[in-house]
């Protein structure tokens, strides 16, 4: 496809002419982002990588416009401009591939019916054959998005990645995403949030600790730091490092008594109802009630089995009368009899009407509960997070919450200390007695 692009560069200069792009595809992983791709300005010995089209253009006509405008913005978006001898020059270091290493998010079904992602290089599509092997299909679409970004912004392959590269990385995560002056009220950052930026670096950890033990390719350690050494590690025996990134740890939202009578009045159907209060009175992961078969719902013991877990774990829980209730009236009056699917909760209505229900129709349903109940934020996590502040303000054990919330770790369960004010509230006035006995005597 032969495009005409005219704009003007950082200095000034024309960058005018013929350039020739790949037919544009659409990206499931990218946030519905189209990628043009490399397009090489010959005359000029020059190559513009990974311009994006943040609208999805269904019409040939519309590309050229749309390339224009996103050059016009392209300092804002930090598109690279990789500057190399033309191709056939016969100058040192002329190139006849590509100058650079654009990923380009591809999804497909294997004939055993496995969802296949690859980016378009071979060492990066082996690791996330490797991660599909062993994750959820929600952990290869972020390990996948996670490495899109890191490689569209360095710009090479895996073999060229240096710790230099991944520093320029963080500074690049870190830039202003609305301007300098502002910044989030959660945690006063400008660019991504810390935990977005410590998710990608543990990606492309993951990537390229893969390709070190592979031990058939040219990368003999990992690029990623586990941290800046300071003064004692020196000395001590123990190697002391300070991390790259530093995590805010914050207490995540729950929702008020009001806000959940709220939410429940918005509901409308008894499906919804049922899914809601999983989560709410059961504690469940959106994954886990979206998981459920019929054969897990023991509702004579009043106890849901949760099959496939977060990391594939498997637990038992109890869930209150009032989830089960709900439940029943869902399975017995709005649930299809002739439903393809064992799993517990089910589209109702619809060309799909009876299949299995997926992420993107609970949040949907969620979203729209939030909306008609006239609440600014919630999410399905948010209810678990409900859950276990208001089991443990009720005196439940920190233990039994572990184990209700299939914790592997106590310490992901100590948060709800916190959420707890009571209890924080009864164990300071009972030392503050014991103090000012002591002073009184």
């Given amino acids: 496809m032969l495009l ?249 939202r729950v929702c008020s008594p009001s806000e959940v009578d709220a939410l429940m009045s918005a509901l409308r159907t008894d499906r919804d109802r049922a899914m809601v209060e999983a989560m709410l009175l059961g504690g469940l992961r959106r994954c886990e009630v979206l998981g459920l078969r019929l054969s897990d719902v023991r509702a004579g013991e009043r106890r849901l089995f949760v099959a496939d877990g977060k990391g594939g774990a498997q637990r038992i829980v109890p869930v209150s009368s009032r989830f089960f209730a709900s439940l029943g009236s869902y399975l017995e009056r709005e649930r299809p009899p002739a439903s393809s699917t064992d799993r517990v909760f089910v589209v109702l209505k619809g060309a799909r009407r009876g299949q299995a229900l997926s992420s993107a129709g609970l949040d949907e349903i969620i979203g729209g509960a939030r909306r008609r109940a006239g609440l600014e934020r919630l999410t399905c996590h948010q209810l678990r997070h409900t859950c276990f502040t208001r089991l443990r303000e009720a005196g439940m054990a920190l233990e039994a919450i572990q184990a209700q919330a299939g914790h592997r770790s106590i310490e992901s369960t100590r948060i709800y200390l916190h959420l707890a004010n009571d209890w924080l509230a009864d164990e300071y006035l009972r030392a503050v007695q014991v103090i000012d006995a002591e002073v009184l005597a």
């Fill in 4 to 252: 005409q692009l005219l704009e003007e560069d950082a200095g000034g200069g024309g960058i005018g002419g013929r350039v020739e792009v790949p037919e544009p595809f659409f990206d499931p992983v990218g946030n519905r982002h189209l990628t043009i791709g490399i397009a090489e300005h010959k005359e000029r010995g020059e190559a513009f990588c990974g311009w994006r089209v943040e609208t999805l253009f269904t019409h040939e006509q519309d590309l050229p416009r749309a390339i224009e405008r996103v050059v016009t913005v392209s300092t804002v978006l930090d598109m690279r401009v990789i500057h190399h001898p033309a191709v056939g020059s016969g100058k040192p270091g002329a190139m006849e591939d590509s100058p650079a290493f654009v990923p380009r998010v591809e999804r497909r079904v294997d004939g055993d019916g496995q969802v296949v992602i690859t980016l378009g290089d071979p060492l990066v599509d082996d690791y996330l054959a490797f991660v599909a092997a062993r994750a959820r299909k929600n952990t290869l679409l972020a390990v996948a998005s996670d490495l899109k970004v890191f490689f569209s912004v360095v710009g090479k392959r895996p073999t060229e990645i240096g710790s230099r590269d991944l520093f320029e990385f963080l500074q690049h995560q870190r830039r202003p995403r609305h301007g300098a002056t502002v910044v989030r009220l959660e945690d006063r950052e400008r660019g991504l949030s810390a935990r977005t930026i410590r998710r990608r670096l543990s990606s492309v950890s993951g990537l390229f600790a893969y390709l070190v033990v592979r031990d058939d390719v040219a990368v003999m350690a990992n690029p990623v730091p586990r941290g800046l050494a300071t003064r004692w590690s020196r000395s001590g025996p123990r190697a002391r490092t300070v991390p790259l990134i530093r995590t805010p740890r914050t207490l995540p």
